[in-house]
T-cell receptor, first 112, second 114 residues
Framework: GQQLNQSPQSMFIQEGEDVSMNCTSS?????WLWYKQDPGEGPVLLIA?????ELTSNGRLTAQFGITRKDSFLNISASIPSDVGIYFC????????????FGKGTKLTVNP | GAGVSQTPSNKVTEKGKYVELRCDPI?????LYWYRQSLGQGPEFLIY????????DSGLPNDRFFAVRPEGSVSTLKIQRTERGDSAVYLC????????????FGQGTRLTVV
């Protein structure tokens, strides 16, 4: 089945640093999504990308939909302690399917 | 309620037992989704409802898993003859129309099969 390769698996950074994580796929997706999950909670949607090449920002977060439709990245600028959590990429195909395929996540730790 | 509510929050059951997990979606949301998240993994799609009908159940791992949504609101995920490998967090999400726009996840039910 389809799989997403998300990297890095974990990151340890200092407060104020910028962060970059990415996701690649062996197959094409028509929508890329980025979620954040805190312990004991469900994932929360951060950014949705619907068009190849699209670059979208949400506050300190910026994400891009790769031109090949097989990859996406998420950048976080000027990290703060509340950015701690697990970040997931997810891809969705067209054809009426609502199914999302998730990556394994990037665990972010921010040292104050 | 304001968000997606899942009950129970934790469930411990013995191998071979039957369990039911409940999801109360956000009021008015017609679409409802079940995902399963194993430790250290991303969520894995199980089933999607549009109204009362299962529009896509391709993610259910085998016939021990079944889900219903009889009135188009609350959904129940049912697992028969539970196995230790079924241990995971079961997540429910709901939306007005589409998963990729405004779907909201509940906190999940942590199922442990001993």
């Amino acid at each position: 089945g389809q799989q997403l390769n998300q990297s890095p698996q974990s990151m340890f950074i200092q407060e104020g640093e910028d962060v970059s994580m990415n996701c690649t796929s062996s197959s094409i997706f028509n929508t890329w999504l980025w979620y954040k999950q805190d312990p004991g909670e469900g994932p929360v949607l951060l950014i949705a990308l619907y068009k190849a090449g699209e670059l979208t920002s949400n506050g300190r977060l910026t994400a891009q939909f790769g031109i090949t439709r097989k990859d996406s990245f998420l950048n976080i600028s000027a990290s703060i302690p509340s950015d701690v959590g697990i970040y997931f990429c997810a891809g969705q195909n067209q054809g009426g399917s609502e199914k999302l395929v998730f990556g394994k996540g990037t665990k972010l730790t921010v040292n104050p | 309620g304001a968000g997606v509510s899942q009950t129970p929050s934790n469930k411990v059951t013995e191998k071979g037992k039957y369990v039911e997990l409940r999801c109360d979606p956000i009021s008015g949301h017609t679409a409802l989704y079940w995902y399963r998240q194993s430790l250290g993994q991303g969520p894995e799609f199980l089933i999607y409802f549009q109204g009362t009908g299962a529009a896509d159940d391709s993610g259910l791992p085998n016939d021990r898993f079944f889900a219903v949504r009889p009135e188009g609101s609350v959904s129940t995920l049912k697992i028969q003859r539970t196995e230790r490998g079924d241990s995971a967090v079961y997540l429910c999400a709901s939306s007005y129309l589409h998963m990729n726009t405004e779907a909201f996840f509940g906190q999940g039910t942590r199922l442990t099969v001993v």
